[in-house]
Nanobody
Framework: QVQFVESGGGLVRPGGSLTLSCVAS????????MSWYRQAPGKERELVGH????????AYANSVKGRFTISRDNDKNTVYLQMNNLKPDDTAVYFC????????WGQGIQVTVSS
């Protein structure tokens, strides 16, 4: 069974930083491209960024480019999202999943950027 467990969210002031983690299981993590997605209130889920299975090729949504960094540790089945210079528009529930995504999603983790 595919599972994703996200952690590391919380409340942060504008300009602050957070690092999210996601532990995945139920598939061969080291052979699978991974992505972070987010869903803001009243909006559809959107792709934040993507990392290939070997971790060398990355891509980001324009809205987060230069501020967010995705990385992965294949030994720990974990993908990370380092978020810097956070803005109120980054407030959302963040999810990790494969790319393309599996049908099963984790619960996600809330990130709130507010003063």
């Amino acid at each position: 069974q595919v599972q994703f467990v996200e952690s590391g969210g919380g409340l942060v002031r504008p300009g602050g930083s957070l690092t999210l983690s996601c532990v995945a299981s139920g598939f061969t993590f080291s052979d699978t491209a991974m992505s972070w997605y987010r869903q803001a209130p009243g909006k559809e889920r959107e792709l934040v960024g993507h990392i290939t299975y070997y971790g060398r090729d990355l891509a980001y949504a324009n809205s987060v480019k230069g501020r967010f960094t995705i990385s992965r540790d294949n030994d720990k089945n974990t993908v990370y999202l380092q978020m810097n210079n956070l803005k109120p528009d980054d407030t959302a529930v963040y999810f990790c999943n494969t790319n393309p995504p599996q049908d099963d999603w984790g619960q996600g983790i809330q990130v709130t950027v507010s003063s």
